[in-house]
């Protein structure tokens, strides 16, 4: 069952994984939406690379707007409230807001981000493509009927094979990729987790041309390097940067992060965007 998505400013408390419970468990060996290739084991099938002869990016204009497919879990979706907010109403972008909260790649009996992707990329023909997920994704997983515990080999080598697919899909069908990493957390233990992710991400962008990894580690901590919920606003000023929770941002935390984004954006694909 799809959970429902969040309106701006209804945030949860933290991002919890979803349990596996055995009738879950159950259902994700016989789902249709688990035997697609998203599945199969990366050990025996890696995802192919693409994206060596994309053309540049286009610099955007009202006749040639840059089309961006944004995706992602929560995180995604204040991202793309963030880049609302900095890029504001232009003719020259459009963003397409396709994140859903409590997604991921962990659980794709839950939302097979592959399978909607790839609907995305033919229905949308995005010139880019930015991702920010992974929050959910730090939980043990099914892989062809098997339960795969999390931070094992094997869950590290599965795990890489989907987020390759992903970018592999996104980069065949001509879309260069922006990665977003995960910020620092307030819990200790899930910062840890995160930084596991993260790894991923980076090292699969490495491999696959028209991808980009962007970190946003340093961007949200202090200058000890540390998890702090106020940080330097624009004007030097203390500013609430994280909510409560320790995980989702708040409205500046957005904007903070959108400002990143675009900014990667234009060191990435050499494009100007008001």
Same mark, same amino acid.
């Given at each position: 069952?799809?959970?429902?998505?969040r309106?701006?400013?209804?945030?949860?408390?933290?991002?919890?994984?979803?349990?596996?419970?055995?009738?879950?468990?159950?259902?994700?060996?016989?789902?249709?939406?688990?035997?697609?290739?998203?599945?199969?084991?990366?050990?025996?099938?890696?995802?192919?690379?693409?994206?060596?002869?994309l @053309?540049?990016?286009?610099?955007?204009?009202?006749?040639?707007? #840059?089309?961006?497919?944004?995706?992602?879990?929560?995180?995604?979706?204040?991202?793309?409230?963030? #880049?609302?907010?900095?890029? $504001?109403?232009?003719?020259?972008?459009?963003i397409?807001?396709?994140?859903?909260?409590d997604?991921?790649?962990?659980?794709?009996?839950?939302?097979?981000?592959?399978?909607? #992707?790839?609907?995305?990329?033919?229905s949308?023909? @995005?010139?880019?493509?930015?991702?920010?997920?992974?929050?959910?994704?730090?939980?043990?997983?099914?892989?062809?009927?098997?339960v795969?515990?999390f931070?094992?080999?094997?869950?590290?080598?599965?795990?890489?094979?989907?987020?390759?697919?992903?970018?592999?899909?996104?980069?065949?069908?001509g879309a260069h990729?922006?990665?977003v990493?995960?910020?620092?957390?307030?819990s200790?233990?899930?910062?840890?987790?995160?930084?596991?992710?993260?790894?991923?991400?980076?090292?699969?962008?490495?491999?696959h041309?028209?991808?980009?990894?962007?970190?946003?580690?340093a961007?949200?901590?202090n200058?000890? $390097?540390?998890?702090?919920?106020?940080?330097?606003g624009?004007?030097?000023?203390?500013? #609430?940067?994280?909510? @409560?929770?320790?995980?989702?941002?708040?409205?500046?935390?957005?904007?903070?992060?959108?400002?990143?984004?675009v900014?990667?954006?234009?060191?990435?694909?050499?494009?100007?965007?008001?």
């Amino acid at each position: 069952m799809r959970l429902p998505t969040r309106a701006r400013g209804a945030r949860r408390h933290a991002i919890a994984p979803l349990a596996f419970v055995a009738g879950a468990l159950v259902a994700a060996a016989v789902s249709p939406a688990v035997a697609s290739p998203l599945t199969r084991s990366s050990e025996t099938s890696r995802a192919p690379r693409a994206g060596r002869d994309l @053309p540049p990016v286009r610099q955007p204009s009202a006749s040639h707007p #840059l089309v961006l497919l944004k995706i992602g879990d929560s995180l995604g979706e204040e991202l793309g409230y963030g #880049l609302t907010d900095v890029v $504001g109403p232009t003719r020259d972008v459009r963003i397409l807001q396709e994140a859903v909260g409590d997604s991921g790649l962990a659980r794709p009996d839950f939302y097979n981000w592959p399978l909607h #992707l790839a609907e995305e990329l033919r229905s949308f023909h @995005p010139s880019a493509v930015v991702v920010l997920l992974g929050a959910d994704d730090g939980q043990n997983f099914l892989d062809n009927g098997t339960v795969v515990q999390f931070g094992s080999a094997r869950w590290h080598a599965v795990y890489s094979g989907r987020v390759a697919q992903m970018m592999a899909e996104a980069t065949g069908a001509g879309a260069h990729v922006l990665w977003v990493g995960i910020p620092i957390m307030s819990s200790p233990s899930f910062s840890a987790e995160m930084e596991k992710m993260n790894a991923i991400y980076a090292a699969e962008a490495s491999r696959h041309p028209g991808v980009t990894f962007l970190s946003t580690w340093a961007l949200f901590a202090n200058a000890h $390097g540390s998890y702090s919920a106020y940080l330097p606003g624009p004007s030097g000023q203390s500013v #609430l940067m994280r909510n @409560p929770d320790g995980v989702h941002f708040s409205r500046a935390g957005e904007d903070r992060l959108a400002t990143a984004v675009v900014a990667a954006m234009d060191r990435a694909w050499h494009v100007h965007i008001p």
